[in-house]
């Protein structure tokens, strides 16, 4: 670890935080008083079981959804503290998000769906297809620009996905399970992107159930029914 980095600032920083799901008449708590901090340009691997809570704090990380109580505070921001442009503003910037399962729009062509968050931010139409263009190429898809998800073999998917996340430029990848669908080939091509990623100064947070990947990271947290159990430097 550079000593820069060791000294980069605190970007997520979670203190107490609890979240209740309800159903009906019952809740359930997912997480149960969570205290992370992940500084800026570190990659992070979170590891737990199904159901342990990973993709709820992955959304809560990403502002997808709010704390039931503690603290989130992103790039030193309170984010309960936010209104929703604000919220907007900051999310902007700061993340890029992979979801379990891409989330890819069926009706629209890669480039479409790749530059969706450009619309989010307002960015002018030429320049959101011109960007669209150098992600989709970057994730080795510079051929497929116009093909429909359905007409794309999951791990292609699966890159569109990885694409979209980067193509606001963000500080932070936030990726849950972005190799979970891929075979062995396509899993090397999205961890080879997430190290240009980290090694270009992002900060990267990275879902996964596979140690062989956890390993590329620098820091493994494992998370278990709702808590965090361990977080652990990856050895060199
Ligand atoms: N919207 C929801 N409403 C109610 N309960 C939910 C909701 N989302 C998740 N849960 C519950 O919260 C717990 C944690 O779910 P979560 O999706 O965070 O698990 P996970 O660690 O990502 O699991 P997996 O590895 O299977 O993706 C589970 O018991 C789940 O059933
Ligand atoms: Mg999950």
């Known amino acids: 670890m550079s000593p820069s980095r060791e000294a980069a600032e605190v970007v997520i920083e ?12 019952i809740e359930f708590e997912a997480l149960r008083g969570v205290d992370l901090d992940i500084r800026r340009g ?12 990973k993709s709820t704090l992955m959304n809560v990380l990403g502002c997808l959804d709010v704390v039931t109580s503690g603290t989130y505070r992103l790039a030193g921001s309170d984010v309960g503290d936010l209104d929703e442009a604000e919220l907007a503003r900051i999310r902007n910037r700061e993340i890029g998000f992979v979801f379990q399962g891409f989330n890819l ?16 931010a307002g960015v002018p139409k030429d320049e959101r297809r011109e960007r669209a263009a150098v992600a989709l190429e970057r994730v080795g898809l510079g051929d497929k620009l116009d093909n429909r998800p ?3 073999s999951g791990g292609q998917q699966q890159r569109v996905a990885v694409a979209r996340a980067l193509v606001g430029e963000p500080t932070m990848i936030l ?17 080879n992107l997430f190290e240009e ?6 900060t990267i947070v990275l879902i996964t159930h596979e140690s062989e990947v956890a390993e590329h990271a620098e820091r493994v947290v494992r998370v278990r029914d709702g808590l965090i159990q361990t977080s652990e430097a990856v050895a060199a």
């Open 197 to 202: 990623l980290h090694a270009a100064g992002r």
């Open 175 to 191: 990726a849950d399970e972005p190799t979970g669908n891929l075979d062995s080939v396509s899993t090397v091509d999205v961890l």
């Open 150 to 152: 359905g007409e794309l």
């Open 14 to 25: 979670l203190s107490g935080v609890r979240k209740v799901y309800r159903t009906g008449s």
């Open 105 to 120: 729009l069926p009706g629209l062509s890669a480039w479409r769906n790749v530059e969706l968050p450009l619309i989010y």
């Open 42 to 53: 570190e990659y992070v691997a979170i590891m737990g079981p199904s159901g342990s809570g």
